[in-house]
């Protein structure tokens, strides 16, 4: 006798992150890049702090 196989599709992966921790996130390196003097190191911030903008 064949078993029928039912394929069920994965559940949906649950967000890691709320809407409120991107914006602490955002708050937290945007005081980091304030106190920061390394032109690279403000790059990187500047540049994560705007991919993080882009999940509010």
Known sequence: MEQDTVRKEPARARALLSTADFRLLREALASHAR??????ELAKINALHHRLGTYN
Do not use: A, F, L, P
């Open 35 to 40: 106190v920061t003097e390394d032109r690279e």
